[in-house]
């Protein structure tokens, strides 16, 4: 669902080339993974939208590119560009919401876009939401910070899951009004997406929201960016140039905020069994049955 590289490749480059495209495929084939929403971030629009024509130009060339990557994840630009909440996304490419821009990046997708992420609390009487709901495409709240008020409002025009709870926010927060306990709060209402390498949230937390939201609510993914499936070293996100140590922790050097993961799904489910406690049928829920009935893949 949230995959912006893997194996050592960034799908978020002007220049990908099919033969590494394919690698990263074909690694994550190895790793067992059935399919992927290959995620396009934030940068300079016109490079967004080249970047999803070449996704979606390369994935017609190759039979197991095609097979792996069954939609595409929209991430920004339309985030809130306070920082903390924005993450790695950068501030001078981070856009009000626009109409005509998002219709230009569906159209660069070709039919595949299955997520845009976007901060309701900047889409005015949900313009954007209302629109990508009437396509058909899952609307998830993102790297925002809506009061609770506009949460329900987004949620009547569409919205239905959260992309990443416990990151895309500041390191502070307000002690009982802040995102994550407003997210919490609706659960019954949206389908709550995690991290579960234990660095964007420490694993005892991350078992009091699962068990909070309950895991019929919920969704394991993992952000991977490039160095996922592959070793340490100096890897990049877009535009962005980050260092993954043996700790696994992807780092923007002089930064504190996290620029994607390093883990692949097979570790997240080895987390959750061994770190948090969960049964087989409660890994496999989390990580595979709720994202199959939520896009029917």
């Not at 069954?70 to 339309?78: D, L, N, R, S, V």
């Not at 070709?110 to 899952?138: C, H, M, W």
């Not at 506009?150 to 709870?165: V, Y």
């Amino acid at each position: 669902m949230q995959v912006n590289g893997y194996g050592g490749v960034d799908f978020n480059q002007n220049n990908l080339k099919l033969k590494y495209l394919r690698r990263a495929c074909s690694k994550l084939k190895e790793d067992h993974v059935e399919g992927i929403f290959a995620t396009i971030i934030t940068t300079n629009f016109q490079d967004m939208v080249s970047r999803i024509k070449k996704l979606v130009d390369l994935r017609k060339e190759d039979a197991l590119v095609y097979d792996m990557i069954k939609g595409i994840h929209i991430e920004g630009p339309f985030l809130n560009n306070s920082n903390g909440y924005r993450g790695a996304h950068p501030k001078e490419h981070i856009l009000k919401p626009d109409i005509d821009k998002l219709k230009e990046l569906l159209e660069a997708a070709d039919g595949l876009t299955r997520i845009v992420t976007l901060a309701p609390e900047i889409d005015k009487n949900n313009v954007l939401t209302k629109y990508l709901f009437s396509q058909g495409i899952t609307i998830s709240a993102g790297h925002c910070n809506p009061n609770l008020e506009e949460l329900r409002s987004a949620i009547d025009a569409g919205l239905s899951m959260f992309t990443h709870l416990g990151n895309g926010c500041p390191q502070e927060l307000a002690r009982h009004d802040n995102i994550i306990q407003r997210v919490l709060s609706l659960k019954d209402a949206l389908i709550i997406c995690f991290i579960a390498d234990g660095i964007h949230i420490p694993f005892y937390a991350l078992k009091n929201y699962i068990q909070l939201a309950g895991i019929e609510n919920c969704i394991i993914t993992t952000d991977a960016m490039a160095a996922a499936g592959a070793k340490p070293g100096k890897y990049s996100l877009s535009n962005i140039e980050l260092e993954v140590g043996l700790d696994r922790i992807v780092r923007e050097p002089g930064k504190t905020n996290f620029a994607g993961s390093a883990i692949d799904m097979k570790s997240s489910e080895l987390n959750l069994k061994k770190k948090i406690g969960f049964n087989d049928e409660e890994i496999h829920q989390l990580t595979y049955l709720n994202p199959s009935i939520l896009f029917k893949v």
